[in-house]
């Protein structure tokens, strides 16, 4: 994984990377790499700011490594998955897209657009009946909650696109 030039890890945190017997001793504690390497909230939301604002500059491949990192260090944050998804997909890799907007999915399961990108992707492959059943779902999904609207019209639109192939 190759970070961006400002963005410099430790020599103790590599350290810590290099014990194996810390991380498993850590890991099975239910602690996240984020606290075994000691990493504050701090230092994650500059990164996520930083990988942000890389993918805003349409710097994708290093948007794509922060956000790698940080969805290593913190599996639990949603932020950090969809980052990563839209920068693979970004790149045109719609297999790991997918991967990591089924990740975001599963730390934020009403995070629904994460269905409609995930579908885009599978379109993408010419996985026509993936594609289709996910914005099935998230027709479902999204019907009667005016909130969602502007998602279900969209979800809508883009099912009658892609069964009319």
Known sequence: ??????????????????????????????????????YSTEVMESMY???????????WRGANQLFLFLSTLDPYTYGYWLGL???????EDYEQAILAYECSLTVNPEAYIGYYHMAS?????????????LLELLE??????????????????????????
């Not at 890890?9 to 990377?17: F, N, R, S």
């Not at 993408?124 to 993936?130: A, F, G, P, R």
């Not at 999204?142 to 009319?164: F, G, R």
């Open 85 to 91: 998804a839209m920068t693979y997909q970004m790149l």
């Open 49 to 59: 700011a930083k990988a942000y604002a890389l993918f805003e500059e349409k710097e």
């Open 121 to 133: 992707c599978h379109a993408l492959l010419n996985e026509v009946d993936d594609a289709l059943r």
């Open 140 to 165: 479902k999904r999204c019907e009667n909650k005016p909130e969602l609207d502007w998602l279900y019209q969209k979800a809508k639109v883009a099912y009658q696109k892609l069964h009319a192939r």
């Open 1 to 38: 994984m190759e970070l961006p030039e400002d963005i410099e890890i430790p020599e103790e945190v590599l350290k810590k990377l290099q014990d194996p017997e810390l991380i498993k001793t850590m890991m099975s504690s239910g602690k996240s790499l984020q606290e075994l390497l000691g």
